[in-house]
């Protein structure tokens, strides 16, 4: 029961200071059959990723360039 209570709290804390973060969404998303990865912030490193296993590389429709921490100041 103890080790119950103590790992909710650990999760909980951790959610609650920030500690587990979405990846960050790049300008370039990379297709194949199989996955979609829109973590590329260039389209070199888009194509350079898909070359030899096949896939393309296109923008990524969902990116927002000028993205703002809307948390407040003192809590960054």
């Given at each position: 029961m103890t080790r119950t209570v103590i790992i909710?709290?650990?999760l909980a804390a951790s959610t609650l200071l920030g500690g587990w973060?979405?990846?960050k969404q790049g300008a370039y998303c990379a297709f194949d059959r199989d996955y979609t990865n829109c973590g590329y912030?260039?389209?070199e490193a888009c194509v350079a990723?898909?070359?030899g296993v096949g896939g393309n590389c296109r923008e990524n429709p969902m990116y927002e360039a000028?993205?703002?921490d809307r948390r407040p100041a003192w809590f960054r």
């Open positions: 909710a709290a650990a973060t979405f990846d912030s260039t389209l990723a898909v070359r000028d993205r703002r």
